[in-house]
């Protein structure tokens, strides 16, 4: 599946993994891919950001991951469905931190098995395995550039399958204007703007 991938998607995947090493984590995370996202220039996933304004609130975005992290990946709609069963994951948070510091259940990357094995591998030879999710984002990827019809997978397919797939990245870009829809409006016409 790789060898679909143009230099812009691959330089996205190379980036995740050099976040997942910034950040200490264990495995290449679906956040990593959208951090990897927001550092690209001059591509069809950036044009798009930048069309949606999201591009002068990296800053925010990266805030709002690293606010997941802190309570161990879990999105904001998993603390509410807790919150609703008389679970306040802000004070487990708190007391957690008290006891054994600042960021303890930090999500450390999740539980991928191996070291980079298949395809991946020989993407990033070896330094970070990627996790389920991850993985599951590249599949759907390759999905969304077949409904489009696209011989290839971009930058843009990345993109657009982190905002179909339920979890942190999606909310954290819904919660900054950016949602599936309007991504498709934005690369593919509509009334708006078209990436070329």
Do not use: C, N
């Amino acid at each position: 599946m790789f060898e679909r991938f143009t230099r812009d998607a691959r330089a996205v995947v190379l980036g995740a993994v050099e976040h997942a090493e910034r950040l200490h984590a264990e495995t290449v995370e679906e956040q990593h891919v959208l951090l990897a996202l927001l550092d690209r220039e001059a591509s069809r996933a950036s044009f798009a950001l930048m069309s949606l304004g999201l591009a002068e609130r990296k800053e925010s975005v990266e805030q709002a991951l690293a606010e997941a992290r802190r309570r161990g990946g879990l999105s904001r709609a998993d603390a509410d469905a807790l919150s609703g069963l008389g679970i306040d994951v802000s004070e487990i948070v708190s007391r957690v931190e008290e006891a054994h510091g600042e960021g303890a259940l930090r999500s450390r990357g999740g539980t991928g098995t191996g070291r980079g094995r298949g395809w991946l591998s020989g993407l990033v030879g070896g330094h970070r395995p990627f996790a389920q999710g991850a993985k599951d984002l590249l599949t759907e990827s390759l999905r969304m550039a077949l409904a489009q019809r696209d011989r290839y997978i971009g930058d843009e397919h990345l993109l657009l399958a982190l905002a179909a797939r339920p979890g942190v990245p999606a909310e954290v870009l819904a919660d900054h204007g950016v949602t599936y829809e309007s991504l498709r409006r934005v690369l593919y016409g509509g009334g708006e703007a078209k990436a070329g």
